[in-house]
Structure formats: C-alpha cells, structure tokens
Nanobody, 123 residues
C-alpha cells in the first residue's frame, strides 16, 4: 500500500516536499516513481529511483526536483523547488516490483499506485 502526502498550495518559486510511504514493501528490488497528471492532460513521468539508488528525472524538472528515499522508513520523497504554475497537477507515487530500467519512465511498468496528492502552484 502506498500513501502519498505533502501536496498543497504554494506560490510560484516556492517549494514542497512530497512523501510516499510504502507499507509491506522494501527496497530490495524494483523501483519507486513519481508521476503527475496536470489538469486536462495525460499522466506524465516525473522521477524514479531504483532499488540500487539510481535516480531518473524528467527533463522538465531536472535541477528543480529531486527524488530520494529513506530505506529504513520505506519512504520515498520528492523535493520540489522553484515551482511554477506548470507544475500544478495531481502527483502519484507508484512502485514497480520488477527491476525495470529502460521502461522506468512508463506508467505501465508500475504495479501499485498511491491515491495522489494535489499540488497547486499560483502565479
């Protein structure tokens, strides 16, 4: 089970940190990812972290967002800095049980999804 939290309303240029707590899941394999669905748009990849610790970030968030994890807490974080209105979306965390690499940016590679947390960035 995945529990995402940390969303909210923030002004442009501000920061938020999203958390995704995974119960019944350890980081001994697979990957954890963050996706988002902007209003009226398709779900898109944001960032992911493999069990090895290797991270991946979408070009649109590189240098502003950082994915990390706390293995002891079975929790993945998404630190979001320099937010802009285009980052407004429902953010979802997901977990992949398999050791995906080339397909890590595709939603279909993930087995379980959290409920989503809304991030709204005002201009």
């Amino acid at each position: 089970q995945l529990q995402a939290s940390g969303g909210g309303l923030v002004q442009a240029g501000g920061s938020l940190r999203l958390s995704c707590a995974a119960s019944g899941r350890t980081f001994s394999s697979g990957a954890m990812g963050w996706f988002r669905r902007p209003p009226g748009k398709e779900r898109e990849f944001v960032a992911a972290i493999r069990w090895t610790g290797t991270t991946y970030h979408a070009d649109s968030v590189k240098g502003r967002f950082t994915i990390s994890r706390d293995k002891a807490k079975n929790t993945v974080y998404l630190q979001m800095n320099l937010l802009n209105p285009e980052d407004t979306a429902v953010y979802y965390c997901a977990t992949a049980l398999r050791n995906i690499v080339s397909m890590i940016r595709f939603p279909s590679s993930y087995d379980y999804w959290g409920q989503g947390t809304l991030v709204t960035v005002s201009s």
